[in-house]
């Protein structure tokens, strides 16, 4: 199960789906307010957005599943996971978080509240959007929305003291990217009580774009270590 990021869509993790399949089935979530599910009402919080989605997951938690979310869908990665085994006692097999501190770390990002040429210019010094999208204003008009109540609900976001999960956690970050250092991508090791593992690239917030390949090889790797472990 892939979550994207802030702004982003389930078609992010195309090239993910693409290469796993037919070994491993990926699932990306649509978050509401883009692409298909435009008119949706939007979600505000990253807990509100936790209990819809394991609302939504319960029914397919049969099989064994992982976790993998990019920035904002590492937080909910967490927080999905944290909800499924307290209410139904469900563990993902592994939680692959990547491009985001840990929950722990907190920092005053106030980029939901800029206008709309300083939340593009966010987005530029990210490198996570298609620049061509940069230039048209329509569809800028169409998508900002989406973006900045993503980016409200992260940066609202504050985990509950000592949140932790059981499920192992593999974290993924870029050695460049402005949010998120390397000790802050370690501290997810204190959010697990399972196995930790911490892989960096070269890059930014979108390293992944460059990596995808030994992206893929980890997380296959992962899941069957998982399959065998489990069997």
């Known amino acids: 199960m892939c979550l994207p990021h802030a702004g982003g869509a389930a078609s992010f993790f195309f090239p993910m789906s693409r290469s796993l399949a037919p070994a491993v089935d990926v699932i990306s979530l649509q978050y509401p307010g883009r692409q298909d599910r435009m008119d ?12 819809v989605i394991a609302a939504e997951l319960r029914p397919w938690l049969d099989v064994p599943t992982a976790f993998f979310g990019h920035s904002m869908g590492a937080l909910l990665a967490f927080e999905v996971t944290r909800r499924l085994e307290r209410d139904t006692g469900f563990s993902p097999v592994a939680i692959y978080a990547s491009g985001r501190r840990a929950p722990s770390r907190q920092r005053d990002e106030r980029v939901h509240l800029r206008d709309d040429d300083g939340m593009v210019r966010e987005m530029k010094q990210l490198n996570g959007t298609d620049t061509q999208l940069f230039g048209d204003r329509e569809v800028l008009r169409m998508v900002m929305p989406s973006i900045r109540n993503d980016y409200k609900a992260v940066e609202t976001y504050r985990a509950e003291p000592g949140a932790a999960v059981r499920a192992p956690i593999t974290v993924l970050t870029g050695d460049s990217d402005p949010r998120t250092t390397p000790d802050e991508a370690e501290a997810w090791r204190a959010h697990t009580t399972g196995a930790f593992d911490l892989h960096v690239f070269a890059g930014g917030h979108f390293f992944l774009a460059n990596h995808q390949e030994q992206i893929n090889r980890i997380v296959s790797g992962g899941l069957t270590t998982a399959g065998a472990s489990g069997s």
């Open 40 to 51: 949706d009402p939007m979600i505000e919080s990253v807990g509100e957005y936790a209990d």
